[in-house]
């Protein structure tokens, strides 16, 4: 039994340790891995700010003892960096390097003059022999302000290239510099003494704490008033070490200061919301014909107008044509805003407040000579925002249909390829004449100006060139009214639920000049029926049924959504015409046809809302023309 004693003892001990570094191991995941390490340091950089304000008041003070509860802060700061201490020293991999750390040290000076002041205050007294030592011990625990470094030095999260992290250095150490060789000098020119050196006992001139921060920062600044001198030898040398570290540290702080800003990009900075405003944020490709299709397309007072930024963010500084779209004198102003970064940097991300985001878009080069890399960057890209804030919608302009699968895998929300969506367009136009213009025409926002080749009241047109154009002014007129049509999504209205598909749809188009052509239900699997109705069958509109409609802006949907009023003027004409039967059966088209009926081939002749939708087009407001010199001289 003994035998086998002392191997078990050994293997129990090696499972303990094993289960404590575990739990080290733990404890430093959680401790690194959120925000609690910067919560932490903070705090310690307010006690240490906490303790310096402490021993200024102190200066101050009359009283020849310490206060209690100047004497009860000391305990809760001592403690606080006695806990800091612990944390750390467990945290760490190798205690015993970490005890020899100068960080370690000087936490350890931060503590132990406490247990000083306290044992010799209340042991000594007054004794004049302990009196120096006992104020340089308070003096002493100043250095806990250089604590802050921990702090100061950890770059905040978007910084670009440590610019702040530099400003907060070389700030913090001239705040410390000053306060701590303000406090030493008060210290040596009110109590320290040499006898063979000295002939003064004390300096009234630096009698008050406020009068050495000021001597320090007059001789700082080489202006040197002479109005308060040090008297004593500890002074004049303490003035000497002073100024010779202010030469060596201040300029090494402001060269490394004046070097990051020479390699700090205007574009570098981060995006700071003004109020509530909405953002998005576009990556990818952003060239300039590319960008301004998207921005134009993205700011068209068809849909609305709102106050949304657009973030774009590329990793190389704008070119000369972008800078026309943004800034002061820019096409959209400050609208869109430029930033210089990266996707793929979580960092750059959190500059751009990515989370709060309404949207990120991915453009993709149209003319790419190698797709597949341009794609598999793409995929990179979605990966990266997704992972930072997944509830972000993504979408994204693809090259390559062999990668939806992929985009799809990496998380993109809405993704359009370009070349499927082109091919498809062209074959749709082999057999449908005019199919790409329609499809084109629907999905962009044109407007209704109307450029003319010409005047036709020109007096130098002959007659049969004066007809020329007005019959070229007659169709423009319609194409451009045709083209300023694009297809919205519609919310029925209470009003419209239990009604027929063509009663509301003749209802849209006498009140709002729009034509509803589709309804989509989410309860069976959001299908969408084109017309759904035919000779036999009306289709009710249901509850959770939603439509889409040609029509010229987006106010018309919301204005149709907020509709309250009843159906009159159709379920009369439903009633005493037949006008629900009256719609023809867009399934009994024949192929051979070659088009698309027209409005008259689908409304009755009969239709008692003919005359109303007459006066309406008569009424038209006509649109906006300017005239064009002929293109052929």
């Given at each position: 039994?003994?035998?086998?004693?002392?191997?078990?003892?050994?293997?129990?001990?090696?499972?303990?340790?094993?289960?404590?570094?575990?739990?080290?191991?733990?404890?430093?995941?959680?401790?690194?891995?959120?925000?609690?390490?910067?919560?932490?340091?903070?705090?310690?950089?307010?006690?240490?700010?906490?303790?310096?304000?402490?021993?200024?008041?102190?200066?101050?003070?009359?009283?020849?003892?310490?206060?209690?509860?100047?004497?009860?802060?000391?305990?809760?700061?001592?403690?606080?960096?006695?806990?800091?201490?612990?944390?750390?020293?467990?945290?760490?991999?190798?205690?015993?390097?970490?005890?020899?750390?100068?960080?370690?040290?000087?936490?350890?000076?931060?503590?132990?003059?406490?247990?000083?002041?306290?044992?010799?205050?209340?042991?000594?007294?007054?004794?004049?022999?302990?009196?120096?030592?006992?104020?340089?011990?308070?003096?002493?625990?100043?250095?806990?302000?250089?604590?802050?470094?921990?702090?100061?030095?950890?770059?905040?999260?978007?910084?670009?290239?440590?610019?702040?992290?530099?400003?907060?250095?070389?700030?913090?150490?001239?705040?410390?510099?000053?306060?701590?060789?303000?406090?030493?000098?008060?210290?040596?020119?009110?109590?320290?003494?040499?006898?063979?050196?000295?002939?003064?006992?004390?300096?009234?001139?630096?009698?008050?704490?406020?009068?050495?921060?000021?001597?320090?920062?007059?001789?700082?600044?080489?202006?040197?008033?002479?109005?308060?001198?040090?008297?004593?030898?500890?002074?004049?040398?303490?003035?000497?070490?002073?100024?010779?570290?202010?030469?060596?540290?201040?300029?090494?702080?402001?060269?490394?200061?004046?070097?990051?800003?020479?390699?700090?990009?205007?574009?570098?900075?981060?995006?700071?919301?003004?109020?509530?405003?909405?953002?998005?944020?576009?990556?990818?490709?952003?060239?300039?014909?590319?960008?301004?299709?998207?921005?134009?397309?993205?700011?068209?007072?068809?849909?609305?107008?709102?106050?949304?930024?657009?973030?774009?963010?590329?990793?190389?500084?704008?070119?000369?044509?972008?800078?026309?779209l943004f800034g002061q004198n820019g096409l959209y102003g400050f609208r869109v805003q430029y930033f210089e970064g990266s996707s793929l940097d979580d960092v750059d991300l959190h500059r751009m407040k990515y989370s709060s985001a309404v949207a990120c878009f991915f453009l993709a080069d149209k003319l790419a000579t190698e797709p597949q890399s341009t794609d598999s960057e793409t995929i990179m890209r979605v990966l990266s925002v997704k992972n930072?804030?997944?509830?972000?919608?993504?979408?994204?302009?693809?090259?390559?249909?062999?990668?939806?699968?992929?985009?799809?895998?990496?998380?993109?929300?809405?993704?359009?390829?370009?070349?499927?969506?082109?091919?498809?367009?062209?074959?749709?136009?082999?057999?449908?004449?005019?199919?790409?213009?329609?499809?084109?025409?629907?999905?962009?926002?044109?407007?209704?100006?109307?450029?003319?080749?010409?005047?036709?009241?020109?007096?130098?047109?002959?007659?049969?060139?004066?007809?020329?154009?007005?019959?070229?002014?007659?169709?423009?007129?319609?194409?451009?009214?045709?083209?300023?049509?694009?297809?919205?999504?519609?919310?029925?209205?209470?009003?419209?639920?239990?009604?027929?598909?063509?009663?509301?749809?003749?209802?849209?188009?006498?009140?709002?000049?729009?034509?509803?052509?589709?309804?989509?239900?989410?309860?069976?699997?959001?299908?969408?029926?084109?017309?759904?109705?035919?000779?036999?069958?009306?289709?009710?509109?249901?509850?959770?049924?939603?439509?889409?409609?040609?029509?010229?802006?987006?106010?018309?949907?919301?204005?149709?959504?907020?509709?309250?009023?009843?159906?009159?003027?159709?379920?009369?004409?439903?009633?005493?015409?037949?006008?629900?039967?009256?719609?023809?059966?867009?399934?009994?088209?024949?192929?051979?046809?070659?088009?698309?009926?027209?409005?008259?081939?689908?409304?009755?002749?009969?239709?008692?809302?003919?005359?109303?939708?007459?006066?309406?087009?008569?009424?038209?407001?006509?649109?906006?023309?300017?005239?064009?010199?002929?293109?052929?001289?």
């Amino acid at each position: 039994m003994s035998l086998y004693s002392r191997p078990g003892s050994v293997m129990r001990e090696c499972v303990k340790e094993e289960e404590l570094e575990s739990t080290r191991i733990r404890a430093l995941k959680i401790w690194n891995g959120t925000d609690l390490y910067r919560k932490w340091d903070r705090a310690v950089l307010l006690f240490s700010i906490a303790s310096a304000i402490m021993y200024v008041v102190e200066t101050y003070s009359v009283a020849t003892e310490t206060p209690t509860w100047s004497k009860c802060v000391e305990v809760i700061v001592a403690a606080f960096f006695s806990a800091d201490y612990a944390i750390r020293l467990y945290l760490s991999e190798s205690r015993l390097y970490f005890c020899l750390k100068g960080t370690s040290i000087l936490d350890i000076l931060c503590i132990l003059p406490v247990v000083f002041v306290f044992v010799l205050d209340d042991s000594q007294g007054e004794a004049s022999q302990f009196i120096f030592f006992l104020q340089f011990l308070r003096v002493v625990r100043l250095i806990r302000i250089l604590r802050g470094y921990r702090v100061v030095t950890v770059s905040k999260r978007g910084d670009p290239d440590n610019l702040k992290k530099q400003i907060n250095i070389l700030v913090y150490t001239l705040l410390t510099l000053i306060f701590i060789t303000a406090a030493l000098l008060h210290l040596v020119e009110k109590t320290a003494r040499v006898p063979w050196l000295d002939n003064e006992e004390g300096n009234p001139e630096l009698g008050d704490f406020h009068d050495a921060v000021y001597f320090v920062v007059i001789t700082l600044t080489t202006v040197g008033y002479g109005d308060i001198t040090p008297k004593t030898a500890v002074g004049r040398v303490m003035v000497m070490v002073f100024v010779t570290a202010s030469v060596i540290i201040i300029p090494r702080e402001t060269g490394k200061l004046s070097e990051l800003m020479a390699l700090t990009s205007h574009y570098g900075g981060s995006y700071v919301p003004d109020g509530n405003t909405q953002h998005v944020i576009v990556c990818g490709y952003l060239e300039y014909a590319n960008l301004l299709s998207f921005l134009m397309e993205f700011f068209h007072e068809a849909h609305g107008h709102h106050q949304t930024v657009v973030i774009l963010l590329s990793p190389s500084p704008p070119s000369k044509t972008i800078k026309l779209l943004f800034g002061q004198n820019g096409l959209y102003g400050f609208r869109v805003q430029y930033f210089e970064g990266s996707s793929l940097d979580d960092v750059d991300l959190h500059r751009m407040k990515y989370s709060s985001a309404v949207a990120c878009f991915f453009l993709a080069d149209k003319l790419a000579t190698e797709p597949q890399s341009t794609d598999s960057e793409t995929i990179m890209r979605v990966l990266s925002v997704k992972n930072h804030a997944p509830e972000v919608p993504v979408f994204v302009q693809l090259l390559m249909p062999e990668n939806k699968e992929q985009i799809v895998t990496a998380g993109a929300d809405h993704v359009v390829c370009l070349r499927e969506l082109k091919m498809n367009i062209l074959a749709m136009s082999s057999i449908v004449s005019g199919f790409s213009t329609l499809f084109c025409n629907l999905f962009r926002n044109e407007g209704e100006d109307v450029v003319i080749a010409g005047d036709p009241d020109d007096p130098d047109l002959d007659d049969e060139s004066r007809e020329e154009r007005e019959h070229v002014e007659n169709w423009l007129d319609e194409y451009c009214h045709g083209i300023s049509y694009e297809i919205y999504p519609l919310a029925f209205p209470a009003a419209f639920i239990g009604r027929t598909f063509e009663e509301v749809c003749c209802f849209i188009y006498a009140e709002w000049d729009s034509l509803l052509f589709a309804v989509q239900k989410p309860q069976e699997g959001n299908i969408c029926m084109l017309h759904p109705s035919n000779s036999s069958t009306s289709y009710v509109i249901a509850q959770d049924d939603r439509g889409f409609l040609f029509a010229t802006d987006s106010k018309i949907p919301k204005q149709i959504e907020a509709f309250s009023g009843d159906l009159v003027l159709v379920n009369q004409a439903a009633r005493t015409d037949g006008l629900a039967a009256g719609f023809t059966d867009l399934s009994k088209i024949e192929p051979d046809q070659g088009s698309l009926p027209r409005k008259k081939d689908i409304v009755l002749e009969e239709d008692p809302l003919a005359p109303l939708v007459k006066a309406k087009k008569d009424n038209r407001e006509q649109p906006k023309c300017r005239p064009m010199p002929p293109l052929i001289p």
